[in-house]
């Protein structure tokens, strides 16, 4: 095989057919919506000043590309492994939970707990239950703390509960940690 | 001179200093850790970027971009997994070596190549500054625009066997960037009535979601893989002396990077691919390459390297990203109200020279580091799979919530990481969105802004450079066009002998795999969640 096919990228074709009908009904739907989700004015001087020229561009690029895809497909109806695929895109999901629930508890419970909780309790779940991983979690968790907030000064607003700690070190808190 | 001295100012100072020497360790560690890459550690640093001096965030964005790739040798020479993706061809000739026992000289020859490419590059860029300076000012309105769909045309024409996805992608993030309310009648473009969609679609939202939260989301889901690292002989100096011995196969290679990296749309996989194989043409020793030749590596390596100062020009010179990192950084330009385009090389030619001459120093320092630190950064390479996972889910909470502490961002960037975890699942590529949302965006302003002054189709392209980019465009759309047209005939169309020679390689696919290269290709197999050209 030649280095020209092996470093060419290759569509997988398990769960491609899914992924293109999809993509293919997302496009056609939004182009349908073209009309009542843009407007179209009258007396413009261009179609380059149209607000409905480079939504209408993106929509067609969309459905033409994964409708041309469609059609090149050898296989266009999905079998029992193409569902086997499409389950899996959901694996991650419970992940997705785990971000989002993180993302919740931070305003509440404070950046610096959360994300120690959040980093030692992710490592257990995944298996790595030892006190090695989790006190290198928990210390990851305080670096990134530590790094982002302390001393790179990102904005992430102060707990509710920090409202609970004593003058000096409440300001800490919100400042800091 | 008067310049170099003022861009020397504009770097002596402490917080660049560090920014340079973050970035380059930062970009190096990550680089050597396989399922991490440039892309995700610049998603995440990005917001924090913006509190900083523009100098300082694009030093470190900067640093990471330039010197992720020497890092990303280290596995693709000593564990067949290349680092990041655009170290892939390393793994031809590099890991053979470790199977002989020479990963030192592997390590060596890389380090020196690509330190080459990057000085090459570097040196190719100062001594095209003060052409740049001259050509930018005539890049007016419409040839920005025809610059922006040359480079959109060509991220769609790199992605050989998958065009049309990539067509479809890139549509996609040209409807994202036009979601929100239009600039000029203010009307409100699919918002579907949703106040939050008012303000478009994020750009870092998306990228974090697309790079950064897929790959965690990746990293999760798959199993941890045993990491065997071979004993290997020799000095990691022997390279540089090597490296002496081939002077035209590392010239030529940093050459095409260059070129290539000017290109928008373009980049590292085109600039290796073709000095890889330019490299064998040249070769005394053709049948070498792919079994630890010395020169395959230095062209990878070379090549690739010489790419991250190349991409800037672009950026600089028109404002116009050539590919998703450089996109990602044109957004800390917009930031800090620097634009960059013709304007910068005219009003601050010293901060454009500081940024060469900082790309300058990071090769040094990089090179410096690497050979202090190789022997425990090979350590990196044993992470587990799912803890890093874990690590990066946590950055990217961090990347997302400090844009502007919004839940709803979060929830878009989770919605984008699963779209790019599936297309990273079916191996699609993710740049032409982010390429499609940056260069959508510029293409409907310069549109919009050169057809005040157009009043017949032709005058569009009545000046030289609109026209020369016009002639391009066609000339590539045409050369495409035609390629797949060959290329799509019907087996049945086909001469005899093609159908047989077509039949005889589908019979014989995969034996190779099956008999020779077993253990090779289990481990590259394992990585295919890696888009090779994202």
């Not at chain 1, 261009?46 to 409708?67: D, H, I, K, N």
């Not at chain 1, 670096?143 to 920090?162: N, Q, S």
């Not at chain 2, 390279?239 to 290539?260: C, D, K, N």
């Not at chain 2, 990296?261 to 290796?272: D, K, L, N, R, S």
Request: proline share 5%.
């Amino acid at each position: 095989m030649s280095i020209d096919t092996e470093l060419q990228a290759k569509t997988r074709s398990t769960g491609q057919v899914v992924f293109v009908v999809g993509a293919l009904v997302f496009s056609v739907v939004l182009l349908s919506q073209i009309t009542s989700q843009t407007v179209w004015i009258e007396n413009s001087k261009s179609f380059a000043a149209q607000p409905r020229f480079w939504p209408g561009v993106a929509l067609a690029l969309m459905v033409m590309g994964f409708g041309l895809q469609l059609w090149w497909l050898r296989r266009r109806r999905p079998n029992a492994q193409d569902w086997v695929e499409a389950r899996r895109w959901l694996e991650p999901l419970e992940y997705v939970l785990w971000f989002m629930g993180y993302v919740f508890a931070v305003p509440v419970i404070g950046f610096l707990p959360m994300s120690v909780i959040f980093a030692c309790g992710l490592t257990w779940r995944l298996g790595y239950r030892g006190g090695i991983y989790q006190g290198i979690a928990a210390s990851f968790a305080i670096a990134t703390v530590i790094l982002f907030k302390g001393l790179l000064g990102v904005k992430i607003p102060g707990a509710l509960i920090y409202d609970a700690l004593p003058g000096a070190l409440r300001n800490f808190f919100i400042l800091y940690l | 001179m008067d310049i170099l001295f003022a861009a020397f100012d504009v770097l002596a100072r402490w917080d660049v200093v560090l920014a340079l020497c973050v970035g380059s360790i930062g970009g190096v560690a990550i680089g050597a850790i396989p399922g991490v890459g440039p892309a995700v550690a610049i998603a995440i640093l990005l917001p924090a970027t913006f509190s900083m001096d523009p100098i300082v965030g694009l030093t470190v964005l900067l640093g990471i971009y330039g010197s992720s790739m020497f890092g990303g040798a280290i596995p693709a020479i000593l564990i067949n997994t290349p680092g990041t993706a655009v170290n892939a061809l390393t793994t031809y000739d590099g890991y053979p070596m470790t199977l002989r026992g020479e990963g030192r000289r592997a390590l060596s020859l890389a380090y020196s190549a690509s330190f080459f490419g990057g000085v090459f590059s570097v040196v190719c860029l100062i001594l095209l500054s003060p052409l740049l300076a001259k050509v930018a000012p005539m890049f007016g309105s419409r040839e920005i625009f025809l610059a922006a769909l040359l480079g959109i045309i060509l991220v769609i024409v790199a992605h050989k066997g998958q065009m049309l996805v990539a067509t479809a992608l890139t549509g996609f993030g040209i409807f994202l960037a036009t979601v929100g309310l239009e600039p000029v009648k203010y009307t409100r473009r699919f918002t579907f009535d949703q106040t939050w969609l008012a303000s478009g679609v994020n750009l870092i939202v998306v990228v974090l979601g697309l790079f950064a939260l897929s790959q965690a989301l990746v990293l999760l889901t798959m199993d941890d893989e045993k990491v065997r690292i071979s004993k290997s002989r020799g000095s990691l100096f022997q390279g540089f002396r090597e490296l002496g011995r081939h002077p035209r196969v590392a010239s030529i290679s940093a050459a095409y990077g260059v070129v290539m990296g000017m290109i928008p749309g373009v980049g590292e996989f085109t600039a290796q691919f073709m000095s890889y194989t330019t490299a064998r043409k040249l070769s005394k020793t053709p049948e070498a390459f792919g079994q630890g030749s010395s020169e395959g590596l230095i062209a990878s390596e070379a090549a690739n390297n010489a790419v991250p100062a190349a991409a800037m020009i672009p950026l600089l010179a028109l404002g116009i990203p050539g590919e998703a990192l450089t996109a990602m950084m044109l957004s800390v330009f917009y930031v800090h109200n620097v634009v960059p385009g013709p304007g910068l090389f005219l009003n601050q030619m010293d901060f454009v020279v500081a940024l060469y001459l900082a790309l300058l120093i990071l090769n040094v320092l990089v090179v410096i580091f690497l050979l202090i630190s190789t022997g425990w950064l090979v350590h990196l390479t044993k992470i587990p799979n799912r803890f890093l996972g874990m690590c990066i889910l946590l950055l990217s909470f961090v990347g997302v919530y400090s844009i502007r502490n919004s839940a709803v961002d979060c929830a878009i960037a989770a919605v984008f990481g699963l779209i790019g975890f599936v297309l990273k699942r079916l191996n699609m590529p993710i740049v032409p969105i982010i390429l499609g949302m940056v260069l959508g965006g510029i293409m409907e302003v310069k549109l919009r802004a050169s057809m005040n002054r157009v009043k017949v189709p032709l005058d569009f392209i009545d000046r030289p450079i609109a026209f020369i980019l016009f002639c391009i465009i066609v000339i590539i759309l045409g050369t495409t066009l035609w390629r797949v047209w060959r290329e799509w005939a019907p087996v049945d169309r086909q001469s005899p002998a093609r159908r047989a020679s077509h039949r005889f390689s589908q019979r014989i696919a995969g034996r190779k795999t099956r008999h020779f290269e077993v253990r090779t290709k289990q481990q590259r197999r394992k990585r295919k969640y890696d888009h090779l050209g994202s």
